[in-house]
C-alpha cells in the first residue's frame, strides 16, 4: 500500500505543479497589452523657397519658374513588439544622393539609436523638382552658382528630414499592417526594338509592371495612419518649368483629400524602362495621378487585405558592380573632338580620372536593402534607376523557400522598390545591357562613370539580394 501511495502523490504534486505553470503563462499572456506594431507618419513641405534649377531634362535652359503644388517628403516609422524600428522617408525628388542620405543615416544613429540600415529612401524620380545633385547642377547651371545652390538646398533638407524624425518618434502609437494591392494601366514599356536598335518610344509589347501594392497602416479603430503605395513608371508626364510632383504627386494629393489625417506615401517601383503615357500636359499628370489614386482606394476597400504580423528584419550591404573595359585613352580624345557636347563633356570627365587617378574605375558598390515584415511582406529597396525585369524576376524568386523562415509556411508577398538610397543613373538588366539603347548604355554619358556595366550586373544584384533576404527573414526569428 505504501509503494502504491507515494508514485500516486508525486502524480498529482506534477499535474498540480504543471497546472500551475500553465495558468502563469495563460495569466501573462492576458496581461501582455503591448501592441505588435506601433507607427506614426508625418508630412514634410521640401520645396525650394527661390527659383532653382531643376532636375531631369538635360536640355533645361533655365531655372524654375514657380511651381504648381508643393513638393513633399513623407515619413512613416514602424516598430515591432522588440523595440526595431524601420524609417522610410520617400520624397518627390529626382532621386537620393549620398549628400542626402548619409548624414540622416549617421545622426540617426548617434541621435536616436536607431542602426542606419533601418533608413530606406526613396525618389519618386519627378522631373520638376530641384537639381540637388551638386555636379549635374555645377554642370547644368547658366548663370550663378548652381552647384552651391544644390548643395545649401539639400543640407536645408537634411535638417528638415531630421527634424521631423524627431518630431514623428514620440507619436508612436498601436497600429496594425495590412497589405493589399490593385493595378493602374499608364505605364508602359518605352524601349522599342527598331532595325536601327532600341529607342525610347511606347512598346505595347514589351514587359511591364502595372501592379499597385500598398501597405495599410490603421489603428485598431480602423481609422488611417497611412497608406504607402508603389508603381513601376517614370514619374515624367511633364517637362515644364514649375515645380510639381507630377502624377505620383497629385496622387497622393487626391488621397489625402480623400482620408483627412491620412498620409499617403508614394514609393516608385522598378519604372527606369517604363513612362506613362499618353504625356506631356498638366492635364495628363492629373489624370494618371487620378488613375492611381483610384487603384489605391481599390486596394483600400478590400474586404480581406493580408494582416501583417510578426516582427522587423533588415538587412543592407554593398553590392560590387562591374564596368565594361573603359574606352582608351584614344577614344577618349576623339570623342572629345568630334562627339555631341554629352559625349565631350563625358570624355572630358573620364580624361581628368585618367590624369588624376592613374587610370579610369572598374567598380563602384551600391547599396541594397531588404526589410522583412514578420513572414507576410518583404520589401526589397534597390539603387539606381532600375528596370522593370529585377520586379518581376525577384517576385518569383523571393518566394522560393520562405515558408522555411520559421513564421509560417504562407508565401510573403514581395514587393521591389527601385529609386532608393542612392539612385546613381540607369541599373539595367542583362537582357537591357545587351539590347543596348538608352538604359542599357546610352545614358552612362550624362555621368562620370566609364560606360555600360559589366554583363555580371543582373546576377550580382540578385544574388545580394537574396542573401539579404535570407538575413532579414532570419532577424524576424530572433528574440
Known amino acids: 500500500m505504501k509503494s502504491f501511495f507515494l508514485p500516486l502523490l508525486m502524480v498529482g504534486v506534477l499535474f498540480n505543479w504543471t497546472t500551475s505553470v500553465l495558468m502563469t503563462h495563460v495569466a501573462a499572456a492576458e496581461t501582455d497589452t503591448s501592441p505588435e506594431w506601433r507607427g506614426a507618419a508625418a508630412s514634410v513641405v521640401i520645396t525650394p523657397d527661390k527659383p532653382m ?4 531634362y538635360a536640355s533645361r535652359t533655365k531655372p524654375s519658374e514657380g511651381k504648381v503644388h508643393d513638393l513633399y517628403a513623407k515619413l512613416l516609422i514602424l516598430e515591432d513588439n522588440r523595440g526595431e524600428k524601420v524609417v522610410i522617408i520617400t520624397t518627390d525628388l529626382i532621386g537620393i544622393t549620398p549628400a542626402l542620405r548619409d548624414p540622416i543615416a549617421a545622426r540617426l544613429e548617434s541621435e536616436f539609436k ?35 545652390e544644390a548643395r545649401q538646398y539639400t543640407k536645408q533638407l537634411v535638417e528638415k528630414l531630421l527634424k521631423a524624425i524627431a518630431e514623428t518618434l514620440p507619436r508612436l502609437e498601436p497600429v496594425e499592417l495590412k497589405y493589399a494591392s490593385a493595378r493602374a494601366g499608364f505605364a508602359m514599356n518605352r524601349r522599342l526594338p527598331t532595325p536601327q536598335g532600341v529607342i525610347n518610344s511606347p512598346n505595347p509589347e514589351g514587359p511591364v509592371d502595372q501592379r499597385v501594392p500598398v501597405l ?11 497608406a504607402m503605395f508603389g508603381y513601376a513608371c517614370h514619374n515624367t508626364t511633364l517637362s515644364f518649368y514649375q515645380f510639381c510632383g507630377d502624377y505620383a504627386g497629385y496622387a497622393q494629393e487626391y488621397l489625402e483629400e480623400a ?4 498620409v499617403a506615401l508614394f514609393m516608385m517601383g522598378c519604372g527606369g524602362d517604363q513612362n506613362p503615357y499618353p504625356r506631356r500636359s498638366l492635364d495628363l499628370a492629373k489624370q494618371h495621378g487620378r488613375a492611381l489614386s483610384n487603384a489605391v482606394e481599390v486596394a483600400l476597400s478590400v474586404r480581406h ?18 564596368f565594361a573595359t573603359p574606352p582608351a585613352r584614344e577614344e577618349l580624345l576623339k570623342r572629345k573632338e568630334t562627339g555631341n557636347k554629352y559625349e565631350q563633356s563625358h570624355a572630358v570627365r573620364l580624361l581628368d580620372q585618367l590624369e588624376e587617378r592613374g587610370g579610369i574605375q572598374t567598380s563602384y558598390a551600391f547599396p541594397l536593402q531588404v526589410i522583412q515584415l514578420g513572414n507576410d ?8 534607376e532600375t528596370v522593370v525585369d529585377y520586379s518581376l524576376r525577384l517576385q518569383r524568386e523571393l518566394k522560393t523557400g520562405a515558408g522555411n523562415s520559421g513564421n509560417g509556411d504562407k508565401e510573403p508577398v514581395i514587393w521591389v522598390a527601385g529609386y532608393s538610397n542612392n539612385v546613381f543613373g540607369y541599373l539595367p538588366s542583362l537582357r537591357v545591357l545587351k539590347e543596348g539603347g538608352y ?27 537574396k542573401d539579404l533576404t535570407a538575413q532579414a527573414r532570419k532577424s524576424t526569428l530572433q528574440k
Open 53 to 56: 534649377w531643376m532636375s531631369g
Open 114 to 148: 536607431i542602426p542606419s540600415a533601418a533608413l530606406l529612401m526613396n525618389a519618386s524620380h519627378t522631373h520638376c523638382g530641384p537639381e540637388l545633385r551638386e555636379d549635374k547642377a555645377t554642370r547644368r547651371g547658366l548663370g550663378g552658382d548652381r552647384g552651391a
Open 216 to 226: 495599410i497602416v490603421e489603428r485598431p479603430d480602423s481609422s488611417l495612419v497611412a
Open 259 to 262: 482620408h483627412p489625417g491620412m
Open 305 to 322: 487585405p493580408r494582416e501583417i504580423h510578426g516582427r522587423l528584419g533588415i538587412a543592407m550591404e554593398e553590392v560590387e558592380l562591374e
Open 377 to 384: 511582406l518583404t520589401l526589397v529597396a534597390i539603387c539606381g
Open 439 to 465: 538604359e542599357g548604355n546610352r545614358a552612362m554619358i550624362y555621368t562620370s562613370y566609364p560606360g555600360p556595366f559589366a554583363e555580371s550586373v543582373e546576377q550580382r544584384v540578385v544574388s545580394k539580394i
